[in-house]
């Protein structure tokens, strides 16, 4: 039986560990080939995402290994809590940095790889914060909100060229990023409260999702922020 994306090349960055890192396995079991990108851990190319130039090399290297680039999977991001005063400029331009300039940076320098395949996928990173806000989290908010933004617009842009641009949106879910928050009972008794499926969710949880979206059954579906969260931005 031939795999739902066989033969297909996906370019995932974030891939060492979390939601990134289980995508990239999703993706392998689909059938998919992928390149993958981190700072750290086992992955094709070590590199930081913001590093200038590193979005047209990604791809190239990409291109290189397998001759052709159908999904986009900018999995890379980063979270942490600061107060809004004494807010410091770097927190605030490096959560940019990460979550939204290096995204968009590697899907322009994707572009005309993706309207040369016929499969051609953009599946951003959002959040549950995408839409709503947190405090504590204003720079990582307005990053996900912005991700939301870049992927209504690039679907309205490049569905004439068959490519789809969706961004999924996790809620409470248990990878290294989240470990330090969640190692307090009570923050972590209340995520798994709030989830209408009373637990946190698993990286393979987004990554499943993430995998749909980068296949034919989501080939009519563009434009959309999927939430991904047990159910918890459900509740009042």
Known sequence: MISRLEDRVALVTGAGSGIGAATHRRLLADGARTYTVDMKGDVDC????T?????????SKTLERYGRLDILVPCAGISAYEAIEGHSDEHWQRTLNVNVTAVFQLIRASIVHLKASPYGRIIAIGSTLSCFG????????????AILGMTRSLA???????ITVNCVEPG???????????????YKKYWENKAALGRLG????????????ASDDARFMSGQGVM????????I
């Open 134 to 145: 947190a405090a504590g989290l204003t720079a990582y908010s307005t990053s996900k909100h």
């Open 202 to 213: 698993q990286p393979e949880d987004v990554a499943d999702v993430i995998a749909f979206l």
């Open 51 to 59: 590093q200038p130039g590193i979005a047209e090399l990604l791809v």
């Open 228 to 235: 991904v969260d047990g159910g918890a931005m459900q509740s």
């Open 46 to 49: 070590i590199a930081d995402v």
């Open 172 to 186: 409470a879910i248990e990878t290294g990023m989240t470990e330090a928050a969640f190692r307090d009972p009570d």
């Open 156 to 162: 309205g842009e490049l569905g004439r060229f068959g």
